[in-house]
């Protein structure tokens, strides 16, 4: 891929980022052309960890692709499980004959999960974005946090990262007995830390100045460059999946939606790196607090799996071998925004056609429209506000 | 400096306790075991994570698992570097600059596989178009580190593993090219790793 | 205001544009099919009109029919737009047939800039040509690849610079084992082995 220095003068530098960079969170390549310290034009290069789960998703059977969906976003594979899943619940409800219905306990599970591994996703993305501008030590924070949630989630599935534990019809496992306890004190716990998190950096002078105005997208320009989550949110946009449009039982808790006010202040703008920061962290608090709220609804275990309320795995063998002709758009809520399933089946056991349309490829597509006039130092900081995550650029 | 119980460990040492006498200071030893103990406890790792492996490479650096206290401390450049954990897919895309990056580095230098994926193209190698299957088609690799992603216990195996390898390398003896393997419970997906896709590759002339 | 039915953004895309036909997928999906011809005037008018306000591109993506059980068969690449209003929330899916011979489809990018990655990435994967796109790279396989993966004929490379796809003692048949289905690409033959290391 080739920029071409057209200035007159000649004396733009041409700056190669990555795709081995430490701080574009993977293998995203960015080239920078610079006039001295202000970036004039940028150029990502993606693809460098396309690992083609699209056409294995052609490949192998319904179920089987959900430990694939894992790899997508594996900061967030819970999300990622549930997304699919609830893509191809909804193909299966589009025919009565195939309908499935997810025992109640199994949906409170799913949004326990999805909200502790949203936790801890946003963890590493406020983390991640301090220490890219210059902070570690919040960083080592938001990974304390996050083990955490990993001990939770390997008690429950055995997995510390890629998980394979939401499946068609349910989840895998039921909650260990002690496993809600758990979860309640790690919340408390939880919350402490955050207070003194938000006093080591967000409330860190140097910090939001440094992230104030930088990198500002308008509402209208979000909207159009089809950016989503929290990047949309920053942008004070009113709209979130989970209060919209909800799925599973979304719809019996009040999700309380933060968007992005000008939280920096004076020097700040509605959308600009500060803004998409604090979302995050806003979100957080959100999801504290709807995990109390499943807990509460949580019913007790049935001996049986298949129960309607108190089991956790609906017996979709059937439906799955032999799923309705025809296809199905869902969407949900990740961490990193709206994630999409695109679902086209022939009625085989196999999907004709896997389509996961992912928050970080439409924010990486705003990154060469942003970053045109920023500084090269801020570079960083923009790639990590929007926190993208490059295998679910690439996939 | 009496008590360091690190210059205690010192190959060669027969002293466990040195005297403040000059000759009970003075220790006799081979150059290379000199430099094999200090290369094994400050083994830089290059920050190089491509994929989900590379989450818990972060997390072994992190809080819980501290590489810190191996000496590994993780360097942005390969050039400052001896090691290279390559934790994640390596699609042919990104082969070439895996190579690149590897030859940046500085002698000696050991390569850790890391991951199904790195190994043997793991839960890609069979239906993928595009993920390599195994970086040893690239670069020679010393220690295999089966899992998918490896519990940061199966790192620190490895690593283990490696500092073993760091103590009998020997400046103008030759290079071991066998690789180890981590023995691991979680080995997912079934793998060809350790046959070397092409055996070892020579190494490439920096 | 509140959003429109299906049925309601029919009526209203009928009046102004009789060749667009109203479809329902085979399990009951409505989507209007829209001639390429007529995609960018039918797009701008989506777009701007006050009462539909299609602000966002929320998903565009494609499949390949070569496959799919459908009648009559088609070998077309089907392009989906997905079309989303934050304004009056509701949601419609075109859909363009692109015959594999002239694989050319109108670009929308003027419209939604969000349209330049997914164009780039329904090019690289599906073979599908944006007239008018700035810049139509591969965005996710090299400049140098060969073939576009999506496609239900796409062959596996069996290496690639030089290096073998597959390990040694590897045998995979890369074609997904679909019921009735006849295998049309020729399995992968086995790899050889490469001798040394391949060239810097
Ligand atoms: S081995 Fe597994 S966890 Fe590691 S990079 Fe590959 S898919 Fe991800």
Request: charged content about 20%; overall charge neutral.
């Amino acid at each position: 891929m080739t920029i071409e220095a057209t200035t007159p003068s000649g004396e733009r530098m041409i700056l190669n980022m990555g795709p081995h960079h430490p701080a574009t969170h993977g293998v995203l390549r960015i080239v920078v052309e610079s006039d001295g310290e202000v970036v004039a034009n940028c150029t990502p290069d993606h693809g460098y960890l396309h690992r083609s789960i699209e056409k294995i998703g052609e490949c192998v059977e319904w179920q089987m692709f959900v430990p694939y969906t894992d790899r997508i976003d594996y900061v967030c594979a819970m999300n990622a499980n549930l997304a699919y899943c609830v893509g191809v619940e909804q193909l299966l409800r589009s025919d009565p004959g195939t309908a499935v219905q997810v025992p109640f306990r199994a949906e409170c599970i799913r949004v326990l999960v999805a909200e502790l591994n949203r936790i801890s996703s946003h963890m590493i993305a406020v983390g991640a974005m301090a220490m890219d501008v210059g902070a570690v030590t919040p960083f080592l924070h938001s990974i304390a946090q996050r083990e955490m949630v990993n001990d939770i989630f390997e008690k429950l599935c055995g997995q510390r990262l890629t998980y394979n534990y939401i499946t068609v019809g349910g989840v895998a496992y039921d909650l260990t007995p002690g496993a809600p306890d758990e979860i309640a004190s790690f919340l408390n716990t939880f919350e402490k830390e955050m207070v003194r998190f938000n006093k080591l950096i967000t409330t860190n002078t140097i910090f939001r100045d440094r992230c104030a105005s930088v990198a500002v997208v308008t509402s209208d320009e979000a909207i159009a460059w089809g950016l989503v989550g929290p990047n949309l949110r920053g942008s004070g946009v009113d709209w979130d999946l989970r209060r919209d449009e909800p799925y599973g039982i979304y719809g019996q808790l009040a999700v309380r939606v933060p968007f992005g006010e000008r939280f920096a202040g004076r020097h700040g703008a509605v959308g600009d790196c500060y803004d998409r920061y604090i979302v995050r962290l806003l979100e957080v608090q959100e999801s504290v607090r709807l995990c109390r709220e499943v807990l509460k609804l949580l019913p007790p275990p049935a001996p049986k799996a298949t129960d309607q309320t108190g089991g956790f795995q609906a017996d979709v063998k059937k439906q799955l071998a032999r799923p309705p002709k025809g296809e199905m758009y869902s969407r949900t809520e990740a961490p990193r925004g709206e994630m999409g399933y695109f679902i086209v089946s022939d009625g085989t056991k196999v999907p004709y056609r896997v389509r996961c349309r992912t928050g970080s490829f439409s924010a990486a597509g705003i990154f060469h429209h942003v970053m045109k006039g920023i500084f090269l130092a801020d570079v960083v900081a923009v790639i990590g506000s929007f926190d993208v995550v490059v295998p679910e650029i690439d996939r | 400096m009496t008590d360091d119980p690190m210059m205690n460990a010192l190959p060669g040492s027969t002293k466990q306790k040195a005297g403040n006498q000059l000759d009970e200071q003075i220790h006799l030893t081979a150059v290379d075991e000199f430099l094999a103990w200090g290369k094994e406890n400050s083994l830089f790792y290059l920050l190089f994570a491509t994929a989900c492996c590379g989450i818990e490479l972060m997390q072994a650096g992190g809080p819980r698992y501290d590489l810190d206290r191996l000496g590994m401390i993780p360097r942005a450049t390969p050039r400052q570097s001896d090691l290279m954990i390559i934790a994640g897919t390596i699609t042919h895309k990104m082969a070439e600059r895996v190579r690149l990056i590897y030859q940046q580095m500085t002698e000696p230098r050991w390569v850790v596989s890391m991951g199904s994926c790195a190994n043997s193209g793991g839960p890609f190698s069979k239906w993928s178009y595009s993920v390599l299957n195994g970086i040893d088609k690239y670069i020679p690799v010393d220690i295999y580190i089966p899992g998918c992603p490896p519990r940061p216990e199966a790192l620190i195996d490895g690593v283990y593993a490696l500092r073993e390898r760091v103590r009998r390398y020997r400046t103008l003896g030759v290079r071991e090219t066998v690789p180890h393997i981590v023995a691991s419970a979680d080995a997912a997906f079934g793998c060809h790793f350790g046959k070397g896709g092409s055996k070892q590759p020579e190494e490439p002339k920096a | 205001m509140s959003a429109l039915s299906f049925a309601e953004l029919c009526e209203r895309v009928h009046a102004r544009w009789p060749a667009v036909e109203a479809k329902r997928s085979d399990n009951g999906q409505p989507f209007l099919l829209v001639p390429a011809t007529e995609l960018v005037a039918l797009v701008q008018w989506l777009r701007s009109d006050r009462e539909l306000r299609f602000d966002a591109l929320s998903d565009l993506t494609g499949y390949d029919l070569m496959k799919y059980p459908a009648t009559p068969p088609s070998d077309a690449i089907a392009v989906v737009y997905v079309l989303f209003s934050y304004v009056q929330k509701h949601k419609l899916m075109l859909r363009v047939l692109a015959p594999r011979a002239a694989c050319v489809v109108p670009s929308v990018s003027f419209l939604w800039p969000a349209a330049l990655y997914f164009e780039r990435e329904v090019w690289d994967l599906l073979g599908v040509h944006f007239d008018g796109h700035p810049t139509l790279l591969r965005i996710m396989t090299p400049q140098d690849w060969v073939g576009h993966p999506l496609r239900k004929d796409y062959i596996y490379p069996s290496e690639y610079h030089g290096v073998p796809h597959l390990r040694e003692g590897q045998h995979f048949e890369h074609v997904p084992q679909r019921e009735g289905d006849a295998v049309k690409a020729a399995p992968t033959a086995p790899a050889a082995p490469a001798k040394g290391a391949p060239p810097a």
